[in-house]
């Protein structure tokens, strides 16, 4: 079955992030790292496992640059598997469209094979007229089971590790050998 896998232990904050790479200077530490080949030359799996490391975020491009910073930090720890941010909320064709064309510029150089998108319908509207945006993260997370990984009526690969992460933490070194005490 799936292992689902919510951590904080593995991860840190985005103002370490920032200070990392404030100390070495942003432009000069990212583009070594993109244009490193080694760097980008990391496997969908490790150990025999399928990795699926997963984010949920919304529409905003506040969010863009948290997703910029955690797609980096998978890139430089050498994280197996792919990594999807899951975009949850656009109110418009043209907002959905912004943000794919940033991550076709800024994020899936980094690893074309790897690094993917998923838009989802805005979960956070109730019945009742109210917002209740919290419900996009565990909604989005199944609407991308369902139509990317085939749950539940044909997976692609039952056997498969999702780890669903915030954001704003970054993996500062990668999850593998599925006993998470590396």
Request: aromatic share 12%; net charge negative.
């Amino acid at each position: 079955g799936i292992c689902l896998f919510l951590s904080s232990r593995l991860a840190v904050s985005h103002q370490t992030v920032e200070r990392e790479l404030t100390t070495r200077g942003p432009v000069d530490t990212v583009q070594r790292a993109v244009f490193d080949e080694n760097a980008l030359d990391v496997s969908t799996t490790s150990g025999g496992y399928e990795y699926h490391i997963v984010f949920s975020t919304g529409c905003s491009l506040y969010q863009d640059w948290q997703s910029y910073v955690f797609f980096y930090q998978a890139m430089v720890s050498r994280q197996p598997g792919t990594i999807t941010r899951i975009v949850s909320g656009c109110e418009d064709e043209a907002s959905e469209k912004t943000m794919r064309e940033l991550f076709d510029k800024e994020i899936r150089p980094m690893s074309p094979d790897r690094f993917k998108i998923h838009f989802t319908p805005d979960y956070s509207k109730l019945d009742n007229g109210k917002t209740f945006v919290y419900f996009n993260k565990p909604f989005g997370m199944r609407h991308w089971m369902e139509n990317a990984l085939g749950f539940p009526k044909t997976p692609i690969n039952e056997d498969a590790i999702v780890i669903l992460v915030d954001p704003d933490q970054a993996i500062i070194r990668p999850f593998t050998n599925n006993n998470f005490a590396n």
